[in-house]
């Protein structure tokens, strides 16, 4: 037996190759920082006749059984992606005594809670930095560094693929189907776009990061979501008009003990730190009681930046078996209930195109003003000559989701509407007005 | 004997205050994390007959012997903050095997490595987070969640005095006695404000960041500094001209195995993250050869904030005890040769006040040339038409410090040549020209 920490890979792909690589050029330096060396094991593949760059062919398995029954391999870290089999190999790997380190968002999204609780019961640790926001520090920041604080907010631009197309959108002035086709083109964005453009991804991610800030039990079936498709030019020229632009926001907070969880495309004050943040990067901002306000920004994407978070977690298994330190702490994350979201509170940007004629905007304001949606400003756009008609821009105060859903369908049926264009949240953190 | 964890303070000014208010009320929060209660056991103050919010009297006392004496003290905090006597207990506390937690820059700046050597010698941690940007993560990312990176660059906004006042600067074209008046009014600046003004301050704080990131023993000592007070608001009206803004950057990499640790007033590209951090907010921003460039922002400062690291510390700390675990990792930090500012190598903003006449630019120009300083851009700006006087402004090429400084005692010899203005590097990170 080898004196080093073993390491055996589930799937050998982007991100696989991303951290063999980095294992191979860093592993002198990494066996300075443990004290022992990191020893690639095993990789489970696919098709293990093909060759993998930097893995000995040998090393190559297309049976997950072949690394359980490695004694060598103390450590495995799991990059299928997708739920499963990767759930099953993580969980087989917990029972198994070995340490797991994963990128997978789904499976810790949908089956964290059990998968952290079978990993308290065998004595090993699971860890998932790479799951939520690439390279960049953001699991490990709410375990440790912000842990003595209470989260009142978490707010994060987690999808790189919508946050580039928002930000092409934003500055070029381009339709929603010119900029995906550019992101595909780019490769940012995949042939089906569904889990990036309807916020399916970013609802994994943010169900991560709520569980771990507010210490519940979080699943993506308890974000509500809204995706980026329906979004036109002109809701960004008119947003920018009014001292906004639009983010595909993930945002969790705890309101009276109760989780507010949404992915959804918000109007956010140009001037707020998340309004800077411009194509493929990602950031979270985690608001505390004690810290205040703070944001980590950076690639959220890409093999080495991945790599990046996984052997940050795979250096922290590897000390603490060196230094003989084991008993992870069991976690209790009780349930929580899911505010829906006609009980969300929120000031909102609402377009509406109405026939332009005398009386339309006193109609609007007064199926507003009867479900208590109050407006705080109102601008009218120029549009149609032609058509005889005009676009009309209001945001309102702060109102309940479901008042506001209820004098949208009255605004809708009104014979002067020709169509209710997007409504929109507007993010709470101030603004221009 | 208490089943808590017994927590003593060194100090209880206003950090103090801080942690102790979070601790009354986290107490539940915190229990509930950690699987014990947190219990403070003794606050060491100077005056131990007046009253502070939250402790009781009986906990008050002048001498650090009755901490240390205290069998129910496990962790000790220290927040008195200069070097002495905050060194001299820190180290008493780790050889009575305390485990200690310090928000106090100096100390882990100039004696870090041996206190950290000495923690290690006697099996108890030495935690730091506090010591640099307030709440915001710093220490713990380099310490673990960037660690599978070689990091390239650490540059940094880590005095929120200097950074209100240069941000007041650049926005309202205000001279820097006017706003550091302003500065002092509003509490953010000291009566007297020569360590942070100096880059004193933020040397200590990089310093650390460059220790952690580099792997190598950095003191305050290897880090050239120039401060803001000889800054104009004139250099900000150029700077903006050409694309930039003004920072105070702490800035640290390794170049060719020898570290370049700077604090000085640098031009940076409006559109740099950095750029935008404004106010009295702090950020870190980290290179690696993985994860690219991520940043880290937040309030550097206050008694909450710095109780938000201070107590991330305790809590971390606190676990370990619960769970059994020990044996800090000992850690090596060679001893690294510091480039001296004469071979570093910048492009440079260079502020000539001349004698408005021909032939005054080929001179300055050729003075320039001699030394191997290639000019990137020149722009003249209206001067004193009364005195005859005009201002250049010259963008250099990449240079040489030691070149440069020869080039510039040429040119402020020259007759033509009223006043060698700010010479400041530009920030290498890209940028307009």
């Known amino acids: 037996m080898s004196d080093a920490i073993g390491v055996s890979l589930l799937g050998a792909g982007n991100v696989g190759g991303g951290v063999v690589a980095a294992l191979t050029r860093g592993g002198e330096r990494y066996a300075h920082h443990v004290g022992r060396t990191l020893e690639l094991r095993r990789a489970l593949v696919r098709d293990a006749s093909r060759p993998r760059e930097g893995i000995a062919p040998h090393l190559l398995t297309q049976d997950v059984a072949d690394i359980l029954a490695d004694d060598g391999t103390h450590i495995v870290v799991e990059l299928m992606g997708n739920e499963e089999p990767a759930r099953e190999y993580i969980a087989m790997a917990l029972r198994s005594g070995r340490h797991v380190v994963t990128a997978n968002k789904e499976v810790m999204a949908k089956c964290g809670t059990e998968l952290l609780a079978l990993a308290a019961e065998h004595g090993v640790r699971l860890l998932y930095e790479a799951s939520v926001g690439g390279g960049i520090p953001t699991i490990s920041p709410l375990q440790r560094d912000l842990l003595a604080n209470e989260i009142t907010a978490v707010t994060a631009i987690i999808n790189g693929t919508t946050n580039y197309m928002l930000t092409e959108m934003a500055q070029r002035g381009a339709g929603y189907e010119d900029v995906l086709r550019d992101a595909q083109q780019l490769g940012y964005a995949e042939p089906d776009p569904t889990a990036d453009v309807e ?31 329906r979004l036109s030019a002109r809701d960004f020229l008119y947003a920018s008009e009014l001292g906004y632009t639009i983010k595909l926001l993930a945002s969790g907070r705890m309101e009276v003990g ?45 093999p080495a930046a991945t790599a990046s978070a996984v052997l940050a977690d795979v250096l922290d298994v590897a000390r603490d078996l060196v230094a003989g330190r084991t008993s992870p702490v069991a976690l209790a994350r009780p349930a929580v209930r899911v505010r829906p979201p006609a009980e969300h509170h929120s000031r909102y940007y609402l377009r509406v195109t109405v026939s332009d004629q005398a009386g339309v905007l006193a109609k609007i304001a007064g199926a507003l003003g009867d479900n208590g949606v109050s407006i705080a400003s109102m601008v009218q756009f120029e549009a149609d000559v032609d058509a005889g008609t005009a676009e009309l821009v209001f945001t309102t105060h702060r109102a309940q989701g479901g008042s506001l859903a209820t004098a949208i369908t009255q605004v809708a049926a009104m014979e002067v509407v020709r169509e209710v264009g997007n409504v929109l949240p507007i993010d709470g953190q101030g603004g221009p007005r």
């Open 199 to 229: 916020g399916i991804d970013a609802s994994y991610k943010l169900a991560i990061l709520c569980s771990l800030a507010f210490h519940v039990a979080v699943t993506p079936d308890d974000v509500s979501r809204q995706g980026i498709a």
């Open 258 to 302: 109760e989780l507010v969880a949404t992915v959804q495309p918000t109007l956010i004050a140009k001037d707020e730190p998340l309004a800077k943040v411009d194509g493929v990067l990602n950031a979270v901002q985690i608001e505390g009681d004690l810290v205040g306000r703070v944001l980590f920004e950076g690639p959220g994407a890409g």
